[in-house]
């Protein structure tokens, strides 16, 4: 598996990926960059694009947001926050990931976030925290694995979540 920055190639198969969740009665796609939300891929290309540079702000910082590919195939996305604002502090983090419906439950998680934390560090991160919601038990367990520390419980939107830290 490698993390790729997405590219105009990957068209087809990330709109697949996208109609997948959707096929699944998911509208929320984690650590896609919004790609859920995009109205076209080429603007979803350059809002990622934008990502990288955003001047952080209350609800915005520079993140870089990536395909998980396994034999040729999308298998996940996943974002890696290059730094903390307020309110990532309290709820989500430096990294957000999600894994297409038909490739759950078989261990891509876990290798993703494992390239994710190397991500990290080469932008000079010592920790990073990452979070599920509370009842994500298969989240929980990948988080651990590659390191994760409880830390503080929040609610944003009506859904408890667990922070954990992995140090570096």
Request: proline share 4%.
């Given at each position: 598996?490698?993390?790729?920055?997405?590219?105009?190639?990957?068209?087809?198969?990330?709109?697949?990926?996208?109609?997948?969740?959707?096929?699944?009665?998911?509208?929320?796609?984690?650590?896609?960059?919004?790609?859920?939300?995009?109205?076209?891929?080429?603007g979803?290309?350059?809002k990622?694009?934008?990502?990288?540079?955003?001047?952080?702000?209350?609800?915005?910082?520079?993140?870089?947001?990536?395909?998980?590919?396994?034999?040729?195939?999308?298998?996940?996305?996943?974002?890696?926050?290059?730094?903390?604002?307020?309110f990532?502090?309290?709820?989500?983090?430096?990294?957000?990931?999600?894994?297409?419906?038909s490739?759950r439950?078989?261990?891509?998680?876990?290798?993703?976030?494992?390239?994710?934390?190397?991500?990290?560090?080469?932008?000079?991160?010592?920790?990073?925290m990452?979070?599920?919601?509370?009842?994500?038990?298969?989240?929980?367990?990948?988080?651990?694995?590659?390191g994760?520390?409880?830390?503080?419980?929040?609610?944003?939107?009506?859904?408890?979540?667990?922070?954990?830290?992995?140090?570096?």
């Amino acid at each position: 598996m490698e993390l790729v920055f997405p590219t105009i190639e990957h068209k087809e198969a990330a709109l697949e990926y996208r109609q997948e969740h959707f096929d699944a009665g998911e509208k929320l796609i984690h650590g896609d960059g919004g790609l859920d939300e995009a109205e076209t891929y080429e603007g979803w290309l350059e809002k990622i694009g934008q990502d990288l540079t955003v001047p952080p702000c209350a609800d915005r910082v520079p993140a870089t947001t990536y395909f998980a590919v396994h034999d040729g195939k999308i298998i996940g996305t996943i974002q890696v926050r290059h730094r903390l604002n307020d309110f990532l502090r309290k709820t989500y983090g430096h990294i957000g990931y999600g894994v297409r419906p038909s490739e759950r439950r078989k261990g891509y998680a876990a290798q993703m976030l494992a390239l994710a934390l190397e991500k990290a560090r080469e932008l000079g991160l010592d920790k990073v925290m990452v979070s599920c919601d509370k009842t994500n038990i298969g989240s929980a367990r990948t988080i651990v694995k590659n390191g994760g520390v409880p830390g503080e419980e929040y609610t944003h939107e009506g859904t408890a979540g667990q922070q954990y830290w992995i140090a570096l």
